[in-house]
C-alpha cells in the first residue's frame, strides 16, 4: 500500500513533491486549483516537466488530484453543472499531463431534489467530461451520507458509474471516515473485510482504485463528516489497522486527509503512525 498524505502544491508543483518527501509519502493528492475558485491553474510544460522530474527522483510513487470543493455534477442549475463539468475536465487533462493515478470527485448532491435524477444528471456531467479528457482515471469518492450528496452507499456509486457509462477509467475511493459514518463497521478485520466484499459485488471487480484514510469525529451511521487524526476517532488505532491490513486494499494509493495535531494537515509522524497500523493489522491477520 503506498501510503501518504494530501499536502499542497503552493509555490509550484515540485513543491508538493517536497512536502511529501518531507513527510515520508509514498503517495501524495493535490488540488490542482484552489479549492474555492472556479478559476482553474494553467501549467506550462516546464511546470509539468518539473513535477515528473521531482516524482522520478523521490521515493514518492502516485500522485492523486482531488477535484475542487465547488463541483456538483448533479446540479439542477444548468450553469453549475457547467462549470463543473469545466473544472473536472480540466483536473483530468492536468492528470494525464502530470501522470496522476486519478482524480478523486465528489459525485455531488442531489440537495433536496429526486436522487435518483441527481444520479442521471451527475453521470452525464462525468460522461462528458471523461470523453473530453483521456487516460486519467476518475476515482468517484463515497460520501458520509449527511444531505443529499450522492455516493453514501455502495449501491448509488454503482448506479453513478452506470448513468456514466461504465467507463473503464471510472473507479471509486474509499474513505474510511465516511465508511463508518455512512453506516459501514469497519472497526475490525471481519467487519472491514465484510464491507470490502459487498463493495466488490456491487461496484465489480476493481473499481476500488484509491483510499483516503481518515479517523472519524462521529460514530457509526451518523452520517456526519468529521476527520479525525489517526487514533483520536470512533475508528481507532484498531480501525484504522484493519482498514489499512485488508487484503482487498493492498498497493492502492492512500492518503489521510486528517487535520493534523497543529491544524496544518498530516506531518511525517501521523503517516509514519499510519504505517506502522498497516504493519500491525497485516500481523495480527497472519495470526488469525
Known amino acids: ?47 509539468v516537466a518539473a513535477f515528473r522530474g521531482a516524482m522520478a527522483a523521490s521515493e514518492i510513487d502516485a ?15 444548468a450553469d453549475i453543472r457547467e462549470k463543473s463539468l469545466t473544472s473536472l475536465t480540466h483536473s483530468l487533462r492536468t492528470g494525464q499531463r ?3 493515478a486519478g482524480v478523486v470527485l ?51 456509486l454503482a448506479r453513478l458509474i452506470e448513468a456514466a457509462g461504465a467507463d473503464p477509467r471510472l473507479g471509486v475511493c474509499l474513505d474510511s471516515c465516511h465508511l463508518l459514518a455512512s453506516g459501514y463497521d ?11 466484499e459487498e463493495a466488490v459485488a456491487a461496484l465489480g471487480e476493481g473499481r476500488i482504485r484509491s483510499l483516503h484514510l481518515n479517523d472519524s469525529q462521529t460514530p457509526l451511521g451518523s452520517n456526519r463528516d468529521k476527520h479525525a487524526n489517526i487514533g483520536d476517532g470512533e475508528l481507532g488505532e484498531a480501525g484504522c489497522a484493519a482498514f489499512l491490513s485488508a487484503p482487498g486494499l493492498q498497493k492502492l494509493p492512500c492518503v489521510l486527509e486528517t487535520p493534523g495535531h497543529d491544524k496544518s494537515g498530516p506531518d511525517r509522524a501521523e503517516v509514519e503512525l499510519a504505517m506502522a497500523l498497516r504493519e500491525r493489522g497485516v500481523k495480527q491477520r497472519r495470526r488469525r
Open 186 to 196: 469497519i472497526r475490525t478485520p471481519k467487519g472491514t473485510d465484510a464491507v470490502i
Open 63 to 77: 500522485v492523486l488530484i482531488h477535484a475542487v470543493y465547488l463541483l456538483n455534477c448533479a446540479s439542477e442549475d
Open 98 to 100: 502530470i501522470g496522476a
Open 106 to 156: 465528489h459525485p455531488g448532491s442531489a440537495k433536496t431534489g429526486h436522487v435518483g435524477q441527481a444520479i442521471e444528471r451527475a453521470g452525464e456531467t462525468i460522461a462528458r467530461a471523461l470523453a473530453d479528457s483521456e487516460g486519467c482515471e476518475l476515482h468517484l469518492e463515497n460520501t458520509a451520507g449527511a444531505g443529499g450528496t450522492l455516493g453514501r452507499s455502495f449501491e448509488e
Open 1 to 47: 500500500m503506498l501510503i501518504g498524505a494530501h499536502v499542497s502544491p503552493a509555490g509550484g508543483l515540485p513543491k508538493a513533491v517536497e512536502r511529501g518527501t518531507r513527510r515520508g509519502c509514498r503517495a501524495i493528492q493535490i488540488f490542482n486549483q484552489s479549492p474555492r475558485m472556479w478559476r482553474p491553474t494553467s501549467y506550462s510544460e516546464q511546470d
